[in-house]
């Protein structure tokens, strides 16, 4: 495993964090892991030398929090990981989304990123994890409702409150991200470490503008979705687009709304082209394009033990300027999706 600062903090993480929203209970989501199930998962991520776990309040409704830190506390130590979780959406088993979603409800006060709620969340969350302190502290999504001065100054209080130690930032537009790095910064309140954005070689849109931003600012990218809900795994063929898929993807209104499209599977063509030369999994390689754009840490789910060893094997390969190009090379632009 190799260790990067998290942008341009002091802060050590491993170049593959794992991401916790597997784990939890089947009763929010059918694909979710319970504890048995996610324990020998976990357990071998830190001996593979992940040290950087992600995970939300809102994930399980809160008892993905619960056994990230029971995890943490069984397999590492706490001095040497990094906990990062978000706040934002409702904390709800039943909660099917944002705005528009099926399903959805607002929550007065038990949702945005008001004084209130952060307040309410980040000791919420720190219940639930065990602890009495998060390392990563991140808003999950803009909250339009909410002037960004009142988010950031409450922000900046729970890091001096030692509640969290850094704060980050997840997918939005690059101006609004913009706008709450210039008030903390006019004010003296604490910037955003890090941005979790949607980003991987079937959905590139970050790279127009997000992405210039934070290499600009120092940002670290810490994306989520980095195989495209699978989609990158190159086990999907264009006639059957269900084929291969996991039980997440097959629910999944952001696999159905991003992916699949004619110039996707030529993506997944060249990859599995290139790894076949390479001798490494499709998988493999896509971690591993994402590293050499730099990248700091892709957010990895899962479900399986092998799909740890693809993304940690990711972290040694090496690709060219030219390999990149050629994997680049059949992409065509997708809508903007994701900040909701």
Request: proline share 5%; charged share 25%; net charge neutral.
């Amino acid at each position: 495993m190799q260790y990067v600062t998290l942008g341009r903090t002091g802060l050590r993480v491993s170049r593959i964090c794992l991401g916790m929203m597997t784990y939890g209970t089947p009763k929010w989501r059918p694909w979710v892991l319970d504890e048995a199930a996610g324990r020998p998962l976990v357990q071998r991520a830190v001996e593979l030398g992940v040290n950087f776990f992600d995970t939300a309040d809102m994930y399980s409704a809160g008892e993905s929090e619960v056994l990230t830190g029971r995890f943490v506390r069984e397999f590492c130590r706490r001095d040497e990981v990094v906990i990062a979780t978000k706040v934002y959406f409702p904390v709800d088993m039943d909660y099917a989304g944002g705005p528009g979603s099926a399903g959805y409800r607002s929550r007065p006060n038990m949702e945005g990123l008001s004084r209130k709620r952060i307040f309410q969340a980040v000791d919420e969350s720190l219940r639930r994890l065990g602890t009495d302190y998060i390392d990563l502290y991140q808003i999950h999504r803009w909250d339009p409702l909410t002037p960004i001065e009142e988010t950031m100054e409450a922000l900046h209080d729970v890091v001096k409150a030692g509640k969290a130690r850094y704060i980050g930032a997840s997918s939005m537009w690059a101006w609004q991200f913009a706008k709450a790095q210039q008030t903390a910064r006019e004010r003296g309140w604490t910037r955003f470490a890090s941005m979790q954005n949607h980003y991987n070689l079937a959905y590139r849109e970050e790279e127009r503008e997000m992405i210039p931003l934070c290499r600009d600012l120092g940002v670290a990218l810490i994306p989520w979705s980095p195989l495209a809900r699978g989609f990158l795994a190159g086990n999907r063929g264009k006639g059957d687009k269900q084929a291969g898929a996991t039980s997440r993807a097959q629910t999944d209104d952001i696999a159905q709304s991003y992916y699949y499209r004619d110039s996707d599977f030529q993506v997944t063509r060249v990859l599995g082209e290139l790894a076949e030369r390479r001798e490494v999994g499709a998988a493999t390689l896509a971690y591993a394009w994402l590293l050499k754009k730099g990248v700091t840490a892709p957010i990895v789910g899962a479900s399986k033990p092998g799909q740890l060893e693809d993304a940690v094997r990711a972290v040694e390969l090496e690709l060219t300027d030219d390999e990149a190009r050629q994997l680049e090379a059949p992409y065509e632009p997708h809508p903007v999706l994701g900040h909701q």
